[in-house]
């Protein structure tokens, strides 16, 4: 049995865990709600500009663009997003796990890091990461979403890829975070819904050129909506974490507080006890 | 009651004007074009540029960068990658962006993209041509 020093040493490093993790969990509970209300507001845009593109894709009747050209496929790359810290469950070892069941039979993926774990994972293990986005803040930009996207771009229309995908966690709910795999490019066009009757445009040059200039926000915006879903469930999987650690830490403290008190109701007893036999033995 | 037409403006960010309005002018890809409520459906590209919006009888202007416009049903939807109402615009800002990108392209030198500074320099314009 510990003796009550030992014991008394643990409760007290054990407490001093259980303030650091539910200091983080009110943390991220606030961060939560925060990239919660962001991926909210990048809602009304997100669908307003996928329902302009349906509806430009099927005025200008198959008109090509670069965009949307499919190719046969050489080389693909994947856009994996994680977060840049740890201590969130498992989130970042689900997206990881999805990417390397992805990019495991793909001969020669290109990997575009977006967060320090994807990026140190992917070097570590000798893939070839064409580029690394870390330290992007808590506050995901719009215009940081701009520059991948325009990497990723600028690869496909060089050819050097011929196709690629996101994968990150979408945010289900505070709970759950998912892991899925979303193709980014060749852009397949969201089909038109048919509600109503049919509007006839005017398109202002043209459709192609309305078109082609749809496109790439389309691109940006879907790079930014994964990463701001991303980051929603990244601090939802950190409260979580960080709620059941602070549970745990409560249980311990109770078992040892228990054992910390039968030792120290054994250690009284038994000095009783020797008082008592030395009493007797003078008598 | 002159007739009104529902405007909004969305960002990526943020939903940045959503109001009845009477008559809109937008820096349209191939010039400038006004709607008033009933108009065609119409979409188009924008430039970077100043909307000009008639609300109350009074004009205010909002200045975008680049995007596009779909209207239907009296009802016109600016799509912008930033849009600022011109009295939330800061000049100081602007006219500091303005001066960067104007030394990046004075400097020449090899490592910097020309393109994406004249951008710039535009966008800083476009800003303080809203604000003024």
Known sequence: MPSARDLRRRIKSIKSTQQITKAMKMVAAAKLRRAQEAAESARPFALKIKDVLSRVAAASGGASHPLLEVREVKRTAYIVITADRGLCGGFNANVLRRAAAEVRDVPNPAIIAVGRKSRDYFTRRGFDVAASYVRLGETIQFSQAKEIAKFVMDKYMAGEVDEVYLIFSEFVNVLTQRPVKVKLLPVETPAEENKGPKVEYIFEPSAESVLASLLPTYVETTVFRAMLEAKAGEQGARMTAMDSATKNAKELIYKLTLSLNRARQAAITKEISEIVGGAAALE | ?132
Not at chain 2, 79 to 92: K, M, N, S, Y
Not at chain 2, 99 to 112: D, M, V
């Open chain 2, 1 to 132: 009651m002159a007739k009104t037409q529902r405007l909004d403006i969305v960002t990526p960010e943020k939903v940045v004007f959503s109001e009845e309005i009477e008559f809109i002018v937008a820096p349209g890809a191939d010039g400038e074009l006004g709607i008033l409520p009933e108009h065609a459906p119409l979409v188009t590209a924008l430039k970077i540029g100043v909307l000009r919006v008639q609300q109350g009888g009074k004009f205010f202007k909002v200045a975008v960068s680049g995007g596009f416009m779909e209207v239907k049903n009296s009802r016109v939807v600016v799509l912008a990658d930033t849009a600022e109402r011109a009295d939330e615009i800061d000049v100081e800002r602007a006219r500091a962006a303005k001066q960067r990108a104007e030394q990046r392209l004075a400097s020449k030198s090899p490592e910097i993209d020309i393109a994406r500074a004249e951008i710039a320099l535009q966008k800083a314009l476009n800003r303080i041509k809203a604000a003024e």
